[in-house]
């Protein structure tokens, strides 16, 4: 089955610097890559995803790439902002199956 | 309002007893996933459903059962058999328009054994 790890665990940045979370997949059927983002409290939400027919995805601060030959896909925020710390996963999804990586605490210190 | 509701927020249960946690949505997806949050360990796959009336193990169904009589409903239940079940459960569903599409989650139940 998948199998969806993600480094690093905690991850502390100044503001405005940039922030990059890694994941690696084993299912080479996996298909579709989402990121989510858990503020304390709260439930996931998506903040980006890409499809395995893309090499790269952008929306504003946040970007995504995908390297589907080694099997590895990132997260990177650029000009971060306190309100950007919290928890983000990374997930791999072949049909339907979604499963999730372990999570990167991320600190955005003023 | 759609959504994907859980319920109840918070849940205490004695040792020995079963107990069920209720996972609603009005969405009309089709996939309806439960996973558990312990910290340090990431959203981990309990089971899931893809249509109605079939489910398949994820990676930590031991001691967990459910069913998905309904498209709208997927409930969850812990049974006496899990050692260790005080934790943060999800329930998520999506739908398939020939790919994989976003997923999206109830609020949680934090289930505690006393």
């Known amino acids: 089955g998948e199998n969806v790890e993600q480094h690093p665990s905690t991850l502390s940045v100044q503001e405005g610097d940039s922030a990059v979370i890694k994941c690696t997949y084993s299912?080479?059927?996996?298909?579709?890559f989402p990121w989510y983002k858990q503020e304390l409290g709260k439930r996931p939400q998506l903040i980006i995803d890409?499809?395995?027919?893309?090499g790269e995805k952008k929306d504003q601060r946040i970007a995504v790439t995908l390297n589907k030959t080694a099997k590895h896909f990132s997260l990177h925020i650029t000009e971060t902002q306190p309100e950007d710390s919290a928890v983000y996963f990374c997930?791999?999804?072949?049909?339907?199956?979604?499963?999730f990586g372990t999570g990167t605490r991320l600190l955005v210190s003023p | 309002d759609g959504g994907i509701t859980q319920s109840p927020k918070y849940l205490f249960r004695k040792e020995g007893q079963n107990v069920t946690l209720s996972c609603e949505q009005n969405?009309?997806?089709?996939?309806m996933y439960w996973y558990r949050q312990d910290p340090g360990q990431g959203l981990r796959l309990i089971y899931y459903?893809?249509?109605?009336?079939?489910?398949q193990k994820g990676d930590i169904a031991e001691g967990y059962s459910v069913s998905r009589e309904k498209k709208e409903s997927f409930p969850l239940t812990v049974t006496s058999a899990q050692k260790n079940p005080t934790a943060f459960y999800l329930c998520?569903?999506?739908?398939?328009?020939?790919?994989?599409?976003?997923?999206?989650f109830g609020q949680g139940t934090r289930l505690t054994v006393v």
């Open positions: 998520a569903s999506s739908t398939w328009d020939g790919m994989n599409t976003e997923a999206f």
């Open positions: 299912d080479s059927a996996s298909n579709y």
């Open positions: 890409i499809r395995s027919n893309v």
């Open positions: 997930a791999a999804a072949g049909f339907q199956k979604l499963v």
């Open positions: 969405l009309n997806h089709d996939a």
């Open positions: 459903s893809q249509i109605v009336n079939d489910f």
